[in-house]
């Protein structure tokens, strides 16, 4: 069996942050929620450590993550951002960010939130998830979608039983705690 994300964590700073302060712990905000699946699309086929040295300027580059900001922008955007050494310049990535704000308007405009939309569709199979995103959003595997609902609380797994964290997040009562 290997190492849980709780032990590996103290392997580096910024692990250890993220672990303790963002890991599993439930969002709401549509924003934050955007950010952590064009960040989890990011990381695929990368380290999450890479992920995690390049977030503050994924931040500057995607203007905080602002669904309609990001959902306006246009080829020069894109070559912008294609040209950023401080993100990660995969077009088929960039463009799956700049869609996927684009689908995230539509369900803030049919359910009032992404946040309402994930609670409309709990509690789901991983598989259900899966399929759901892969309908709904690009360039979503399974991997992505199940991360992100893990790292947003929507499905367990984010810390061991015996971490202390896992009793922060458990008194927030997140989504997997209430099926």
């Not at 960010?97 to 369900?107: D, K, M, P, S, Y």
């Not at 598989?127 to 609902?149: H, M, N, P, S, Y």
Request: with cysteine; hydrophobic share 40%; charged share 25%.
């Amino acid at each position: 069996m290997g190492v849980s994300y709780c032990e590996a964590a103290a392997s580096h700073p910024l692990h250890q942050r993220y672990h303790d302060t963002e890991y599993g712990f439930p969002l709401r905000d549509d924003a934050a929620l955007f950010e952590r699946l064009a960040l989890e699309i990011n990381q695929a086929g990368l380290s999450w450590l890479t992920i995690l040295k390049k977030k503050d300027r994924f931040h500057e580059a995607f203007d905080d993550f602002d669904l309609d900001r990001v959902a306006a922008y246009d080829e020069a955007d894109g070559a912008r951002l294609l040209a950023d050494p401080g993100i990660i310049r995969n077009r088929l990535k960039v463009q799956a960010v700049i869609e996927n704000a684009r689908r995230l308007q539509r369900i803030r405009d049919e359910h009032g939130s992404f946040a309402i939309w994930l609670d409309h569709h709990h509690p789901l199979p991983l598989a259900d998830w899966q399929r759901l995103f892969k309908r709904t959003f690009v360039f979503t595997g399974g991997e992505i979608v199940r991360e992100f609902l893990v790292s947003t609380g929507y499905l367990p797994g984010a810390h061991d039983e015996g971490c202390p964290i896992y009793h922060d997040i458990a008194a927030l009562r997140p989504p997997w705690m209430n099926p």
